[in-house]
């Protein structure tokens, strides 16, 4: 297929894109995007059939994997249905995203609300940035709830200028007081329909089904391999089911992440969930402890959604709000449960045994740790799979630990699965994440009420860079490289009588390095450059 022809709305660029939409930087829209419902329940309306818009719209490229700007492709219709699972508004961009002099980070990502225009009407028209998440958005307007997910459609718009910042259902959206090439509205006035996400009946039908089988049945070999498979399915495929684009891959996908899963849960089975359960007749103790932490654990994008931690990795911890407090509780917490089980094992004589099991773990981590170009990573099911030995006596609280470490593992393996506890820097930092790379060196800012010129200093050649990248307002309007012509640009002013944001990046081909932090070209023709543009103009 040939290349799709974009262009800046301005001109200023005009490159070669790829046909199809591409966000390479965010997290994945939704962990709740792409259940087996997802895809037997489309929006029916006026302008036609969802195609699952969850994230941005597809009218949006990705100019470069480490930069974090949009370009504008043209519009194939001025209308687009979409359909919004449940619980889209837990989800995070997880790198930092420019809006203006701002860098977005944890937390939803809708850029706009309500304008100033209808600010105090009895109909009040909702305008977003063409880049904001759409569900996050219709949560944000009222068109769908987090709850139950929903169906609209958007109205896709032209320029548009001041996006206001309000706390609505939930969710604080993002002020942006510069002009925007593209934004969106909804529409109120069509008609749209479709089936509401049912993982509520499917949870509801799955918790009764598990709990007349923990009280009806004495084996462990038929309670633990059925409750772990419909759990696991439950999972993959409704409750937090993995990225995918239809019905076949999705099951594709759980099928085969199902087998190496089932075989790990045989050999902890074996070792400890039918040692603690043989012999075991308190059934509702076992139903109430057990397979209720076992459902903690699975619903975990739900149960321990409020714990402010996605990675455990120095850089998120720093970067999320409230992530060290947490990590603190939870270590100690972790340390007296394990001062629990360590006295109830040295009463069953096992404390020398399990000393010697955990040694051999601290040993295999600190070896992990010290292999010089790799991190590690703990993962959902590593941690599982540490703590699961610790939990084989029969006591009350082991019935509990026990439950959400099998729930734990399960979620981890059927969402994400098996990925491996040694990453190297690039695969943790992601295609958007920061590279600390040099930023470009500006030598000279001459600005003016009508246009701003910039010169910059030639990029490293010994480093790799031959360009510079140049976003207007989170939109790349510049790219220059050496040899086409004077290290320089004169910028017109798009929006008379607005702000502008400048920021800059060294090229390496056609990718892009991080970015300045960006100045600001004021109304009055000032200049305020921040912390790497200051000093100039």
Request: net charge neutral.
């Amino acid at each position: 297929m040939a290349p799709l022809k974009t262009s800046d709305p301005q001109g200023d660029v005009e490159r070669d894109a790829p046909p199809q939409w591409e966000r390479e930087g965010d997290p994945e829209p939704s962990t709740d995007n792409n259940s087996i419902l997802d895809f037997r329940s489309r929006a029916s309306s006026d302008v036609g059939d969802s195609n699952g818009v969850y994230g941005p719209l597809p009218v949006w490229l990705k100019e470069s994997s480490k930069s974090f700007h949009w370009r504008c492709r043209p519009f194939d219709n001025a209308y687009q249905a979409f359909r919004c699972p449940a619980n889209c508004k837990s989800v995070h961009v997880t790198t930092p995203h420019a809006v203006g002099g701002k860098d977005i980070n944890w937390r939803p990502f809708v850029v706009g609300g309500p304008t100033e225009e209808t600010a105090g009407h009895s109909t009040i028209q909702y305008t977003y940035r063409a880049d904001s998440f759409v569900c996050q958005a219709a949560i944000h307007a009222g068109v769908v709830s987090n709850e139950k997910g929903g169906c609209g459609v958007v109205a896709l718009t032209g320029t548009h200028t001041n996006f206001t910042s309000t706390r609505q259902n939930g969710i604080q959206s993002i002020s942006f007081d510069a002009s925007f090439p593209k934004s969106f509205t909804f529409l109120s006035n069509i008609s749209s329909s479709c089936i509401k996400d049912l993982r509520w009946p499917l949870l509801a039908v799955t918790v009764i089904f598990t709990t007349l089988l923990s009280l009806c049945t004495a084996s462990p070999l038929v309670f633990f391999p059925t409750v772990f498979t419909m759990l696991f399915f439950h999972v993959g495929l409704v409750s937090d089911p993995p990225t995918s684009n239809d019905y076949a891959s999705l099951s594709s996908i759980i099928i085969g992440r199902f087998l190496p899963a089932a075989f790990v849960a045989a050999v902890f089975y074996r070792y400890t969930v039918k040692l603690q359960q043989q012999d075991l007749n308190a059934y509702i103790e076992r139903t109430i402890l057990w397979l209720g932490g076992a459902w903690v654990g699975s619903l975990n994008n739900y149960t321990f959604d409020f714990i402010p931690i996605q990675r455990l990795t120095p850089a998120d911890l720093r970067a999320q709000p409230g992530a060290r407090l947490a990590l603190v509780i939870i270590v100690v917490s972790l340390f007296m449960i394990a001062l629990g089980q360590v006295w109830y094992l040295r009463l069953e004589g096992r404390l020398p045994k399990y000393l010697g099991i955990y040694a051999i773990f601290i040993a295999f981590l600190i070896v992990c740790v010290i292999i010089p170009p790799l991190n590690l990573r703990i993962h959902h099911y590593f941690l599982a799979l540490l703590l699961l030995p610790g939990t084989r006596i029969q006591t009350r609280p082991s019935l509990l630990y026990q439950g959400i470490l099998v729930g734990l593992f399960i979620n981890g393996a059927a969402r994400w699965g098996f990925d491996s506890i040694l990453q190297t820097t690039s695969e943790l930092r992601g295609p958007d994440g920061p590279l600390h790379s040099p930023l470009p060196n500006i030598i000279s800012i001459v600005p003016t009420i009508s246009n701003i010129t910039f010169e910059w200093a030639l990029p490293p050649l010994k480093k790799g860079y031959d360009g510079i990248s140049v976003l207007v307002n989170d939109v790349e309007r510049w790219r220059w490289y050496i040899g086409e012509g004077q290290p320089q640009k004169t910028f017109e002013r798009r929006d008379q009588g607005g702000v502008e944001y400048f920021r800059f990046a060294y090229m390496r081909g056609s990718g892009a390095a991080d970015f300045t932090e960006a100045g600001i070209w004021n109304s009055s023709g000032g200049w305020n450059g921040g912390k790497d543009l200051g000093g100039l103009g």
